[in-house]
């Protein structure tokens, strides 16, 4: 079992950044995937980013590429989503995800975070 806790949110205003965190824990986390997923409400969940345990297969969705990065520290069992030039289009709540897949489609897992807030004011 994991147990996902995210920390980080708040409000920006567009071109700003912030850095969400999040901890986990959980004898299967060293063997995940891990991500984030965003929702807005009325919207379904999207896909953001992910990363696997030793950080060679790394995906972002277009929406975010080259705005957003993904890192983990395994040591702390921490997964970080730094992120930068923020629009207000980014305003939803972020949700870590653990046990991904990585098939033809990337695939989200069943271990769920309770979410934090981020908006972005314009």
């Known amino acids: 079992q994991v147990q996902l806790v995210e920390s980080g949110g708040g409000l920006v205003q567009a071109g700003g950044s912030l850095r969400l965190s999040c901890a986990a824990s959980?004898?299967?986390?060293?063997?995940?995937?891990m991500g984030w997923f965003r929702q807005t409400p009325g919207k379904e969940r999207e896909f953001v980013a992910a990363i696997n345990w030793s950080g060679d297969r790394i995906y972002y969705a277009d929406s975010v590429k080259g705005r957003f990065t993904i890192s983990r520290d395994n040591a702390r069992n921490t997964v970080y989503l730094q992120m930068n030039s923020l629009k207000p289009e980014d305003t939803a709540v972020y949700y870590c995800n653990a046990g991904m897949r990585d098939g033809v489609r990337l695939l989200p897992g069943d271990y769920w975070g309770q979410g934090t807030q981020v908006t972005v004011s314009s």
């Open positions: 959980g004898r299967t986390f060293s063997n995940s995937i």
